[in-house]
């Protein structure tokens, strides 16, 4: 499934305490098709003051991008890229 959403954002750019911006994200959520167990929620974000334009689309040609494999997924925590073995469970 593909998604969609945009944020606004209040007080979160110190060097700019009254700057409101925008997160715009777009994002691929899925099981992954020969590891049905993990769900995989992949996401392409661009921040950008509000009522300018954001950059320059690149986030439909990153998730149509994505492969898989049948290798077994690993997690990976975006905020340090450490490696995670325990797949999600299924609902």
């Not at 769900?39 to 492969?67: R, S």
């Amino acid at each position: 499934m593909r998604y969609s959403r945009l944020t606004e954002i209040h007080g979160q750019f110190p060097a700019f305490p009254e700057l409101v911006a925008d997160s715009s994200t777009e994002g691929l959520y899925c099981y992954h098709p020969f590891w049905p167990h993990w769900v995989i929620d992949v996401t392409y974000q661009q921040n950008y003051p509000q009522n300018q334009t954001p950059l320059a689309g690149d986030a439909d040609a990153f998730l149509k991008g994505i492969h898989f494999t049948h290798e077994r997924p690993h997690a990976a925590d975006g905020a340090d890229s450490s490696w995670q073995t325990t797949p999600s469970s299924r609902k």
